[in-house]
Each structure stands twice: as structure tokens, then as C-alpha cells.
């Protein structure tokens, strides 16, 4: 006799569906992360946006601005001895819970820098 039986081509099918139902489990979580990596990606930039316009211009108080991320909102946590500054981006579709949140020390007010000569 030559050829496979009914049994042995109905375990291969079975196990090629497993394959690849894991495959497709595989493509949607990536998917997903992905995604995450993305809205992650556009908040940092946004945070780093604000920090460094903090850093050359000076902490002058909080603040808001809206981005393509999310909301970008910074403000003074820290006490006179260590100023610093929060920012964070929010999530437009919930912003309770924040995408991204960065600390960083607040430098002073352009007014009160000493030029160094």
C-alpha cells in the first residue's frame, strides 16, 4: 500500500491549524505592541520637545500645549533646593492615564542666568 491514511492527514491538518493559529496569535500581539511602540515614540518626542524649549529659555511656570501625541503638560514638582519639573503627555482618548512622564531639573529663568564671559 502507498500513500497516508485518513488518520495520519487528519493529525498533520491538526497541527499545521495549531501552527498556525499560534501564527496569527503572533501577528495580532505584535500588532498591538507596535502600536504601543508608536504612541510611545511621538510622546517622548513631544516630552523632549518641551524640555529642551525649558532648557533654553528657562522653567517661567507650568504649562500646556497640545500635540499629535497627546496633551503635553509640564510643571514644577520639586522645592527651591531641587527644581524639578514633571512633564507628561496624555492620552487624547484617556487622559487619566499618561503615556509618557519625564522628570527633569528645571533650569532658571533666562532673566536670572549670569552670562559667563
Do not use: K
Not at 505584535?30 to 518641551?50: D, K, M, W, Y
Not at 503635553?72 to 531641587?82: A, P, T, Y
Not at 492620552?91 to 533650569?107: G, Y
Amino acid at each position: 500500500m502507498r500513500g497516508f491514511t485518513v488518520v495520519e492527514v487528519v493529525v498533520a491538518l491538526v497541527i499545521l491549524e495549531i501552527g498556525l493559529l499560534a501564527t496569527a496569535g503572533l501577528i495580532t500581539i505584535s500588532a498591538g505592541l507596535l502600536s504601543r511602540a508608536q504612541e510611545i515614540e511621538g510622546a517622548v518626542a513631544a516630552a523632549a520637545s518641551v524640555a529642551d524649549s525649558l532648557g533654553s529659555h528657562g522653567f517661567a511656570g507650568n504649562g500646556e500645549r497640545p500635540d499629535v501625541a497627546g496633551t503635553v503638560i509640564w510643571e514644577q514638582v520639586g522645592g527651591e533646593s531641587l527644581p524639578l519639573v514633571r512633564i507628561r503627555v496624555l492620552n487624547p482618548l484617556a487622559p487619566e492615564r499618561p503615556v509618557f512622564e519625564l522628570h527633569v531639573v528645571a533650569p532658571p529663568p533666562a532673566e536670572h542666568r549670569r552670562m559667563v564671559p
